[in-house]
């Protein structure tokens, strides 16, 4: 992956895709218990934060929002989106017309004090899920986080290209995405979005009032990709998700994974002898 972030996974959400990691097993995570305390009903936080905030973002920014009516009502739902800024994982949630899950750092919910209590109700508030960063093992938890939205019939946003696009290209997709939508046959909503760099660019903390476009794609079904399983299904069933989105944003491809180099001699050669699918 994954490559809000998820989604919406991102670099600052979490970034369990910005190093390679461990290829999907073959054997599917074991069960989820039923009632997951992560994804329980949304609580009073949730609905105040979001009546506040989403009205403001609206009449601020004046997002030009397209395809809406593509989001499912109810049912299993990934929302797939290409990555800018990490205002995404907040234009997502502000406009879908469903409440949406993401995954974001762990330490935006752990924090001390006043600000930690501020970033811990904020993060809560637009339905974000703490997630430790890393790879290998640590992307594979941040999947079943998802599957764990998915399972209970929630709505899950996700970043297939793993970390925001620092210089505007549409990257090639991880196949975390296509093993949740094929393990829990979940539809997948393509999202394309536009300009959010502009609102904060990399390096900024205080946003800027500029137009966004938002489009919603039409749902995609891909199980006729094959099983979860299959390596080939995954990676299918991934291109076809980033050609929807590329359809949406229009961003020229990059034909490459959008990945920091690896840190160290042992890293790089690892990565030449031993190539793992990507999360």
Not at 27 to 56: N, Q, S, T
Request: charge should be positive; glycine fraction near 10%; aromatic fraction near 8%.
């Amino acid at each position: 992956m994954t490559g809000a972030k998820a989604e919406p996974i991102d670099d600052d959400a979490t970034d369990t895709s910005d190093s390679e990691s461990a290829a999907v097993p073959l054997d599917e995570p074991a069960d989820l218990p039923d009632e997951p305390e992560r994804v329980k009903r949304p609580g009073f936080v949730y609905f105040l934060g979001y009546g506040i905030m989403a009205p403001v973002a609206r009449v601020v920014f004046r997002p030009r929002i397209l395809g809406r009516e593509n989001i499912p009502a109810t049912g299993r739902v990934i929302l797939a989106s290409n990555h800018l800024s990490f205002i995404d994982s907040i234009v997502i949630p502000l406009v879908a017309t469903r409440r949406v899950q993401f995954l974001a750092k762990s330490t935006y919910f752990t924090g001390t004090g006043f600000r930690g209590w501020v970033s811990r109700t904020f993060f809560t508030a637009i339905g974000a899920i703490g997630v430790e960063r890393g790879a290998g093992q640590a992307a594979q938890l941040a999947l079943d986080e998802g599957r764990a939205v998915l399972d209970a019939e929630g709505a899950f946003a996700i970043y297939p290209e793993g970390t925001r696009s620092l210089d505007g290209r549409l990257y090639k997709g991880r196949t975390g995405v296509a093993w949740l939508a094929l393990t829990t046959g979940a539809v997948v909503v393509p999202v394309g979005l536009i300009g959010t760099q502009e609102i904060q660019p990399v390096g900024t903390k205080v946003p800027r009032i500029r137009k966004v476009t938002v489009s919603f794609g039409q749902p995609l079904d891909l199980s006729h990709h094959g099983h979860a399983t299959s390596g080939k299904a995954r990676r299918q069933a991934t291109d076809e998700i980033m050609a929807a989105i590329h359809g949406l944003s229009g961003q020229e491809l990059a034909h490459a994974y959008n990945e920091s180099p690896p840190v160290g001699t042992l890293n790089r050669l690892a990565r030449r002898v031993f190539p793992r699918e990507r999360l």
